[in-house]
């Protein structure tokens, strides 16, 4: 719903949220609620949690991609970060020559060319990133986003339990988890799910092509069918 809220407002709206807790939980229900406003696509402004029983948000529309996840997912990938392209068109991997939707609809994992909302509603591949500030490159990124982006993805998938986990290109995984790591299958778990990272779809790479690309995904398939 906020993700949906997020696509109707102009960049830097503010907004005020307001959720009821169990008083003995407020510190626990703060966090997950800072986390489902950033992974919604707005900076919380201020955070409040003292109010007994209530928790009261005031966040703004930030410019970068809502995340695109629920429960059951049978994979939910994970980019980097939004380009400033993807995040003004709201869809991930939006950038011209880019192959992801490509490689996805050849594989089988969606059916709708650019609809992550069909992708998770009818495939149950839900969509993220890493790190959640766009930026025209992701030279401009920090060691601090990608360890903060890590933990929250490790939060966000305790809560939702996805079959496995696709990292779409290495940079991330390498940069906040495994500098060594190579695509496939990786030895680390996030939250207890499977971790698979598979090379950048970005049209500049040129060492995997899109069979090779399909090959990687039709793998992440097979791996979320087991669980």
């Given at each position: 719903m906020l993700a949906q809220l997020q696509r109707r407002l102009g960049v830097g709206t503010v907004v005020a949220i307001?959720?009821?807790?169990?008083?003995?939980?407020?510190?626990?229900?703060?966090?997950?609620?800072?986390?489902?406003?950033?992974?919604?696509?707005?900076?919380?402004?201020?955070?409040?949690?003292?109010?007994?029983?209530?928790?009261?948000?005031?966040?703004?529309?930030?410019?970068?991609?809502?995340?695109?996840?629920?429960?059951?997912?049978?994979?939910?990938?994970?980019?980097?970060?939004?380009?400033l392209l993807a995040a003004d068109a709201g869809v991930p991997f939006a950038r011209r020559g880019n192959r992801f939707?490509?490689?996805?609809?050849?594989?089988?994992?969606?059916?709708?060319?650019?609809?992550?909302?069909?992708?998770?509603?009818?495939?149950?591949?839900?969509?993220?990133?890493?790190?959640?500030?766009?930026?025209?490159?992701?030279?401009?990124?920090?060691?601090?986003?990608?360890?903060?982006?890590?933990?929250?993805?490790?939060?966000l998938c305790a809560w939702l339990a996805p079959g496995v986990v696709c990292f779409v290109g290495l940079a991330g995984w390498r940069a906040a988890v495994d500098r060594h790591a190579r695509a496939g299958l990786q030895p680390t778990l996030l939250a207890g799910r499977p971790v698979y990272v598979m090379p950048s779809t970005s049209g500049r790479n040129a060492h995997a092509d899109i069979d090779v690309l399909c090959d990687h995904l039709r793998a992440v398939c097979e791996i979320s069918a087991l669980r």
């Open positions: 307001e959720v009821e807790t169990a008083p003995d939980a407020r510190s626990v229900d703060a966090v997950r609620l800072d986390d489902l406003v950033r992974g919604a696509g707005f900076d919380v402004v201020s955070l409040d949690a003292s109010p007994p029983g209530k928790l009261r948000c005031s966040a703004r529309r930030a410019r970068t991609l809502a995340d695109s996840v629920g429960p059951g997912m049978r994979v939910l990938v994970c980019g980097l970060n939004p380009s939707w490509s490689a996805v609809l050849t594989a089988g994992l969606a059916t709708v060319d650019r609809d992550p909302d069909h992708a998770l509603r009818c495939h149950r591949i839900g969509m993220t990133d890493l790190v959640k500030r766009a930026t025209p490159s992701a030279a401009e990124l920090t060691a601090t986003e990608y360890r903060a982006g890590m933990e929250r993805l490790e939060r």
